[in-house]
């Protein structure tokens, strides 16, 4: 069989996905002719990649009039009195994962059946709102149809619409109405008109049930599936794992690279367990900055075993021979250096420095400020408990070295803030303006607790010396969230060493897919009751009065 793909892509930083590579090559063989349509600015290198797959023809275009239009200018450039010429023309985007599994029989089935003019994976019903429609990320079409006067005036007549809404109304819910009303017969790997739709509120099975979908054997799972309900994606990310061959690892790194700094479904990917192999082969330079502003709580660091060069800087209230002699009583006078310039945030004198800082390949960074709202002794337990995950140089060098993507290590929230206020949230104010400067979605409240952290060389290069002043932009609550989403821009990674006890992130996890089980309806009282007994059952604790 002679087929056309006609495949459209899109990234917003111009690259090729792991994922969408994979999809190609897996798609290649079953197509006598594929031309990719990039509503993105690909780089030399990706075309050439697309090439060593077999796709010579690359056609790339403004992100104008989203995949209809694209769609459109591909049958354009393939001519569309030579459409006719292949046995079948299909279109694709590249907002599903897949193929989960081999589809040669699949197409192939369907080009056999007499009773099918033009198929796709799934469908949508009609409703108030939407005609019944094949849901548009893959849709193929027979040659008698692609040669009719109906199909040809539809995609001539595609217009370059600037809000997707009006490609919605006008060609996604209206390309299968057109053609059905001219007498073709459409069917999808899931029928969906049949299917129980219960309290769905839009009867999208993709989006909303995506595991039935998996179960109708479709071979493609959306991206929305994993994006739009996180509080289920690593369940269904396991369960894909189990069902097909598929490299979930794609998913990860897609979902990783491009979606949210924080996604529950990759959250799991960023801890550092105690199980955690600490073996570096290398030796780094390693430096230490302590922003002081309490000599009190300056003792923490006296116990530490670290080998690394300290620098202090001190916060205008202090005395500067009162801290240096409290140093030369505990430390070794050639392993620190007391910066003279007073800064009253540590986060500023960690940017003062950051140029000094740089020549060493590591940098940790802690301050003796107060914080919490819990009093001083769980303040103190929180400090050591912080302090204790980051000590471990040998582990944090591995992490750097085990993960050459990453730049930023930070720790867990310790246990004494289980059940404390002392998880900050963003207002709207400090969002808006942390979403204006990141490029990545402001998604949940994983932040660099308290802002005990280490950095790398090229995190202290690319992020804070190539743009100093938006440290001093931000207000110090919002800093522990600006770092790793700046980070995320350039493609720096980070990682986060667990407490031994439950870490912060794994409670966050397991209350999100314990809640997204609770059965419905429930009162609000009944609700916070029913998901707090779960949390508790599911940690292993016993229910208590306290809170």
Known sequence: MKRLLLYVHYNKYDELSGHVLYQLEQLRPLF?????ISNSRLT??????????????VIQRENLGFDFAAWRDGMTHVGFERLADFDSVTLMNDTCFGPLWDMSDLVEDFEQRQSVDFWGMTNFRKTKYFEEHLQSYFISFKKHVVASEVFQKFWTSIKTFTDVQDVIDNYETRVTSVLTEAGYRYDAVFNTIEAEAGDLIHPDFS???????????????KLKAFT???????????????LSTYPVALIKSHLNRYHSPDSLVILDEKIIGPSFKTLSKHKYRMAIHVHISDLERLKVFFDSKLSAFYY????????????ENTLLNNFDKDR????????????HALVSLASKLSDYDFVGHF???????????????TRHALVDMLSDEEKVVSIFD????VGLVFADLSKELYWTDAIDTLNQEQTVKLTNECQKVINHSLHVFQGFMWLSKDFLENIILKDEHIFYDFDENTLPYLFYRKAWDVGIDYRIIASEKISFAERYKVHFIERSQVAEPLTLKSKFSAYRKALLKKLGLKKSSAV
């Open 32 to 36: 006598s002719k594929l031309i990719v």
């Open 312 to 323: 202090f800087t001190l916060s205008s209230r202090l005395d500067k021979n009162e801290v």
């Open 44 to 57: 030399e290198s990706a075309t050439l990649t697309l090439k060593e797959l077999g796709i010579a023809e």
């Open 336 to 347: 620190f250096h007391i910066i003279s310039q007073r800064f009253d945030n540590h986060y």
């Open 402 to 405: 085990h993960f050459p993507e």
């Open 228 to 242: 739009d309900n996180e509080k289920k994606g690593k369940l269904l990310l396991d369960y894909l794992a189990n």
């Open 207 to 221: 989006y909303y049930r995506p595991i039935s979908t998996l179960e109708h054997k479709v071979p493609f799972i």
């Open 367 to 381: 301050h003796t400020e107060a914080f919490g709202n819990e009093g001083k002794l769980v303040d103190e337990a």
